[in-house]
C-alpha cells in the first residue's frame, strides 16, 4: 500500500512559509542541493528542474502529489498551470472554480482522494501543504519528511493547522548539511 507522505519545509518555529506565502527565507545551500536532486528530485517545479539540469531525472519517492491551493497559487502567478508535470497533481480546494489544465485535478474533498490514491500501484504520495490541508489529511498521513529550516519565521502559514489531535510519530532517521538544514524522517507510531 502506498503512503501519504508529507514531505515539508519547516522554519524552527513551525511556519511552512511566510504570511505571504514566503519560502525564500529559508538557506540552501549546493550540498543540501544536491542531496535534494539524488534523492528527491520530483519534489522540485518542472521549470525549477530545467534550470538546474535534471529534468530528465526518474521520480524516487513520489509519482502523486496534492497540494492545497496556497501551494499552487504562486505556480498560477508566473502562468504555470501544472507546475509539477513529471507526476500526478491534485490541487484541493473549496473555493477555486475550476483548472484550466487536464495534467492538474481539481478536487474538493481530499479523504476519499487519499484513500483511494492508497489503494492504487505506484510510488508514495506526496502531500506539499498547506497546513490546513495536512490538519485535514493527519488522520490518512503515514509519514512525515521535515525539511528543519534554521530560522525563526515569527509568523506565516502554519506546518499543520487544524482541530487538536495530538498524533504520535516515530523518529527513523536523519541527515544534516552544512547550511544548518536537518532533515528527519518520522514514521506513524
Do not use: C
Not at 6 to 34: N, R, T, W
Not at 39 to 61: C, I, Q, S
Not at 82 to 110: C, G, M, N
Amino acid at each position: 500500500m502506498r503512503k501519504l507522505v508529507y514531505y515539508v519545509g519547516i522554519s524552527l518555529d513551525g511556519y511552512i512559509a511566510g504570511p505571504g506565502g514566503e519560502i525564500d527565507f529559508y538557506p540552501v545551500s549546493d550540498e543540501y542541493m544536491a542531496w535534494m536532486a539524488e534523492h528527491y528530485p520530483e519534489t522540485l517545479p518542472t521549470h525549477v528542474r530545467k534550470h538546474l539540469g535534471f529534468d530528465d531525472a526518474p521520480n524516487k519517492a513520489f509519482d502523486t502529489l496534492v497540494m492545497g491551493l496556497g501551494t499552487y497559487q504562486p505556480a498560477l502567478d508566473i502562468d504555470i498551470t501544472s507546475p509539477y508535470a513529471h507526476v500526478k497533481q491534485y490541487v484541493v480546494s473549496t473555493t477555486f472554480e475550476k483548472i484550466d489544465d487536464p495534467a492538474v485535478t481539481l478536487v474538493r474533498d481530499p479523504l476519499p482522494l487519499v484513500k483511494e490514491l492508497k489503494q492504487a500501484d505506484g510510488l508514495d504520495i506526496w502531500l506539499a501543504g498547506g497546513g490546513k490541508l495536512a490538519g485535514s489529511l493527519l488522520p490518512e498521513i503515514d509519514q512525515l519528511v521535515i525539511k528543519s529550516y534554521p530560522v525563526i519565521a515569527g509568523t506565516g502559514v502554519l506546518a499543520v493547522n487544524g482541530a487538536f489531535q495530538p498524533t504520535r510519530f516515530t523518529p527513523t532517521k536523519q541527515v544534516s548539511f552544512d547550511s544548518g538544514v536537518y532533515v528527519t524522517w518520522f514514521d506513524r507510531k
